[in-house]
C-alpha cells in the first residue's frame, strides 16, 4: 500500500459517509473531513494522532468499558468485515446512535494494517421525525437490542418482538419499519386486545356491501392498508384459533378476501407481531397454531424489562423532561428523587416510568421534582426491595466516580495531543478555556506534593 500521506488522505477523502483509518493501536491516521465535521469543530490534520474512542465516545478508555464491542479488535482478530451499533457523542457532546461499518486494510504482505471505519447516523436519519417515541439508552442489554434491530430490518421476514408491557414493542417495530426498504410505505398497526373476533376480521380484511346487517358501503382493511408497508400487530397471543388460520393464509399466499367478497385481492407487505406471552408454550398447549408461530417466529427480538436496565433510567427520564407540558419545559430533578426511581423496579417498564415522571413534573410546579411528588409506592419501598437494591446503586455511584477520573484523563491525552494548546484542546472538549484552566487548576492543588 503506497505510505503517502497525500494518497491516504485522498482514499478516505472519496468516501461519502464520516471515515476514518485507524491503526492497531486505536490511533487515527488519516479521516475525512466530514468525520472531522461529525464529532469535532477541529481540522482533519489535528485529528489525526488521537485514539479513536477520544474522538467517537470522548473517552479515554476503549468502547469495551461501556458493554459495547470493538469493531477494530473484532476485524484485526478476525481479518473480515464487521458491523455493529454503538452510542457515540457528536460534535456538541450530544449521543447519537451509529451503525459502523469496519473493515480491515491489508498491506502488500496479506497482513491487517489499518481498519477502514464507516459511520451512519441512525438517531439523525431515523428517529428525528418520532422524538417523542424514540428510544433510549446505552446499557449493554439496550444496545444488543438495537444492535438486533438493524439488523433484523434489514430482512423482509416476519418479525416476533416479545416483552413485558410498557417495555417499547411498538416503538421497536416502528424502528424497524424506518430502517427497512419500506420506510417509504406505510406503517399499519392493530392491537389484538381491542376488539371482538368479529370486529377483528372486519379491521383487518375488511368488507363488501352487505357483508352484514346494516353495511352499506365497502371498507379496506388494515391488511390492505399496509400494502407496500408494514403491518404491526401488538399481542399477537390474544388473537382466537380461528382467525390465525386466516392470518396465515394471508401471510403465505399474500392473497386474502374482504368479508363478503368473492375477489381474491393480493397485497405485499412485512408482517411485524408483538406479545408479551409464551407463544411456545401456547402452541403445546394448544393455543396457538404451530404452523403461524414458526411462519411469524423468523425473526426474533427480546427487549429487556427496565428493572435489567437500570443504568437507562436517568437517560429515559431526561427524556421524558425534555418534552415540553403546560407550554412550559419541565424543571430538573433532584438527586434524591432520582435514587428513588434508580432503586424501583417498574413492574409497568417505560410506561409505568414516562408516566410518574410526568406527574411529578406537574406536581413540582416549575420546581425540582423532589421524593413528595413521586408516589408512595416508589418512597416507601419494601425494606427487601431497598436490601436487593444497595448493591446496584453502590456499583452505579463506583462508576459514576469512575467516569469523573476518565474525564480529566481524558483532558490530560487531549492536551497531550495538542502539544499543550489549551484552545484545540478546549474545542475539541466542547469547553470554554477558563473551564479548561480552572479544571488543570483544580488537578494541581489536589495533586499529593512530597
Known sequence: MPGSSKFVQSLVDAHPEPFALIDRNYTIVACNQRYAEAYTNLAPADIVGMKCHEVSHKSASTC???GEECPLERAFRTQE????????????????????????????EGRVRYMGEGMRSITREQELAFDEQKMVGCCPSFMRVLDNLCLVAETDSPALIRGETG????????????KSPRAN???????????????????LFGHEPGA????????KGLVELADKGTLFMDEIGEIPLSLQAKLLRVLETG??????????????????????RDLKAMVDRGEFRADLYYRINAMQIELPPLRHRRDDIPHLVEHFLSRKMLGKLTTPISDEAMALLRQ???????????????????????????????PDEIRHADALTNALRQ????????QCHRDDEVSFALIESTLARFNGNRRKTAAFLKISERTLYRRLKMADETTPRF
Open 212 to 219: 352484514f346487517t346494516g353495511c352499506v358501503g365497502a371498507k
Open 185 to 203: 410505505g406505510p406503517f399499519v398497526t392493530i392491537d389484538s386486545t381491542s376488539f371482538t373476533e368479529d370486529l377483528l376480521v372486519n379491521e
Open 344 to 374: 424501583y423496579p417498574f413492574p409497568g417498564n417505560m410506561r409505568e416510568l414516562k408516566n410518574i415522571v410526568e406527574r411529578a413534573a406537574l406536581l413540582a410546579r416549575g420546581g425540582a421534582i423532589r421524593p413528595e411528588h413521586l
Open 167 to 178: 417495555t417499547g414493542k411498538e416503538m421497536a417495530a416502528q424502528l424497524l419499519h424506518r
Open 391 to 398: 448493591a446496584d446503586l453502590a456499583a452505579m455511584d463506583h
Open 255 to 276: 392473497t386474502f378476501r374482504r368479508l363478503g367478497g368473492t375477489e381474491e385481492r393480493r397485497v405485499d407487505f412485512r408482517f411485524i407481531c408483538a406479545t408479551h
Open 64 to 66: 469495551e468499558i461501556n
Open 81 to 108: 468485515a464487521v458491523q455493529v451499533i454503538h452510542r457515540h457523542f457528536d460534535r456538541d457532546h450530544k449521543p447519537e446512535y451509529v451503525a459502523i461499518h469496519g473493515s480491515p486494510v491489508f498491506d502488500e
